[in-house]
Nanobody, 121 residues
């Protein structure tokens, strides 16, 4: 089993900051790409940011320059630093990881339970 545990969501005023964390634990051989997605009410889940094991990053245009994704490979943890938050960033944020449980099996995708981020005055 692989468990993805998220933390760091909450209520923040426009212009404020939050830092999300997500740790993968359990039966893990290696963790490849990790990322953050978000879903607002009545919208589709969208990619916010992703990072490879080597540290290459990719961001949605809407968050470039405001959000920073990073990871600690030793801890199987991914972070999302969110600055200059806007009301339109309000959503449930989900972490995602591509995990190999054994060296000889294909990797599988795992999701966190989601954490609510609300940007409002």
């Amino acid at each position: 089993q692989v468990h993805m545990v998220e933390s760091g969501g909450g209520l923040v005023q426009p212009g404020g900051s939050l830092r999300l964390s997500c740790t993968a634990s359990g039966s893990i051989f290696s963790v490849n790409a990790m990322g953050w997605y978000r879903q607002a009410p009545e919208t589709q889940r969208e990619l916010v940011a992703a990072i490879t094991r080597g540290g290459s990053t990719n961001y949605a245009d809407s968050v470039k320059g405001r959000f920073t994704i990073s990871r600690d490979n030793a801890k199987n943890t991914v972070y999302l630093q969110m600055n200059s938050l806007k009301p339109e960033d309000t959503a449930v944020y989900y972490c995602n990881a591509d995990v190999k449980r054994k060296s000889y099996v294909r990797s599988s995708e795992y999701w966190g339970q989601g954490t609510q981020v609300t940007v409002s005055s």
